[in-house]
């Protein structure tokens, strides 16, 4: 019995030591997993405070606003506090000297320091997901913004504009940047920001850009290079507006969504070789075929390359370098969360600059059909919109009139007399020498990052 007692003495030994085991390991876990979505709350940024730090003011007394009405409990729901007060009123009171985050949540916080503590209780609590990022510009210079998950890049764009003064062209987009793949893209004016963004790494060197992209919407500015590619290039300039236009409305206003028959031989990387071979490719709405080895171009034959729906496209630098690819005019398929070198990235290679912007372009059509026509459609009407407020701004002023004589004229029963002077027409110049009048904010425009190629 002696024996029997000791043997499970040691069983309950062993079982409390593994335990204590798997309890370290959890909050240790925990503390991992914490930690890890506290390092995804921002984007470019070393750690959470510094990128709240980086928020103006606005933004932060915007952000502690918006999270306390996200966090604050329904009057008919019981709040925390009401349920835990029954069992917490048999103990004796505790006594601590360091305030509570809830005690500096109900405090009204004053210095940046106590706005930056109680927004990162509050982000800790927060249902919808949000971002602090870092908008780098080729100047140099960065711009700090809170994105949520609601937000789409339009939206971002539009804060981008109050911030910078810039422009406003529908040129101007937001790009995000991978250093170790060496590739680039876009983002969609109707993409919700925060949702590739959270695809990234948690030790990321990815950047995001603004930048003025004239290849953004180059497919709407002008169709027929794209509709039209087999033609010569003599009657595609003769093309005119109306023209334009009619082409567009028949690809992206009728019956079914009508995408460019792009095809031709392309150089493809092979999973895993060095070498690159030429097959020709074909694209459809649904993905890129292909020609298979002793095969014709007849739609029974071809074989399916990649499909678009889970894949996104991007343009490449210095791949001649990095891969010994045949040019530098390469661009990649791959899904949004692949960061890094994998072998389900598909590699393709255009002979010139031309052949690569009619692939990238066209693939974004298919992959995203009419939605593409109706950002670039929304696109033009703001930019249209904010130019004719500003053309209104800056007319000067109607020249007041004198009523008072002319009234008293008929009141005395006399014809009042219209001045026949002519008004002088607006002119730039009416205002030069004028030294109290503030100066308009210089416009941004920068210029592309230095080492990257305009498609």
């Known amino acids: 019995m002696d024996d029997i007692d000791a043997m499970f003495t ?36 070393t750690d959470l405070n510094e990128s709240l730090n980086e928020l103006e003011d606005q933004d932060l007394d915007a952000l502690v606003a918006d999270l306390n009405s996200k966090s604050s409990t329904p009057a008919s729901q019981p709040s925390a506090i009401t349920q835990a007060a029954a069992p917490a009123a048999t103990n004796p009171p505790q006594t601590n000297n360091a305030e509570s985050p809830r005690v500096l949540q109900m405090r009204e916080p004053h210095t940046k320091a106590d706005k930056i503590q109680l927004a990162l209780e509050k982000l800790r609590e927060a249902k919808v997901r949000k971002l602090i990022i870092k908008v780098l510009m080729v100047d140099g210079s960065s711009k700090t913004l809170m994105v949520d998950e609601r937000q789409t890049v339009r939206e971002v764009l539009d804060n981008l504009f109050e911030k910078t003064h810039c422009d406003r062209s529908i040129d101007w987009s937001l790009c995000e940047t991978n250093p170790e793949l060496q590739i680039e893209r876009g983002f969609e004016d109707h993409e919700y920001l925060v949702e590739p963004l959270s695809a990234w790494t948690r030790n990321t060197e990815n950047k995001i850009w603004f930048l003025s992209r004239p290849q953004k919407y180059t497919l709407f500015k002008d169709p027929q290079v794209f509709y039209m590619w087999k033609k010569d290039r003599t009657l595609l300039n003769s093309i005119n507006k109306r023209d334009q236009e009619l082409l567009l409305k028949e690809s992206f206003e009728g019956a079914s969504l009508i995408v460019p028959d792009i095809e031709g031989l392309l150089y493809l990387k092979e999973d895993g070789k060095k070498a690159w071979k030429q097959r020709y490719f074909v694209l459809r709405a649904s993905g890129i075929y292909y020609v298979p080895k002793g095969k014709t171009k007849s739609s029974s034959d071809l074989a399916c390359f990649v499909q678009f729906e889970k894949v996104n496209i991007y343009t490449t630098s210095d791949y001649k370098q990095k891969y010994r690819a045949p040019t530098d005019f390469c661009f990649i398929l791959k899904h949004p969360c692949i960061q890094k070198e994998s072998h389900y990235i598909k590699f393709l290679c255009c002979d010139d600059e031309h052949t690569l912007s009619l692939w990238v372009n066209s693939i974004r059509v298919a992959k995203y059909g009419t939605v593409l026509y109706k950002n670039y459609q929304a696109a033009v009407k ?62 941004f425009i920068p210029t592309p990052p230095p080492g990257r190629k305009k498609l």
């Open 10 to 45: 040691d069983l309950l030994g062993e079982m409390d030591l593994l335990t204590q085991s798997l309890v370290s390991e959890g909050e240790a876990s925990e503390r991992e997993n914490s930690s890890q979505r506290h390092s995804n709350i921002s984007i470019g940024f």
């Open 382 to 443: 703001r930019a249209s919109t904010l130019s004719s407020n500003l053309h209104l701004s800056t007319l000067p002023a109607p020249q007041p009139s004198a009523p008072s004589a002319a009234h008293e004229a008929t009141a005395n029963g006399d014809t009042p007399q219209v001045s026949q002077q002519p008004v002088p027409a607006p002119s730039s110049s009416m205002h030069e020498g004028d030294d109290d009048l503030p100066e308009p904010p210089p416009d």
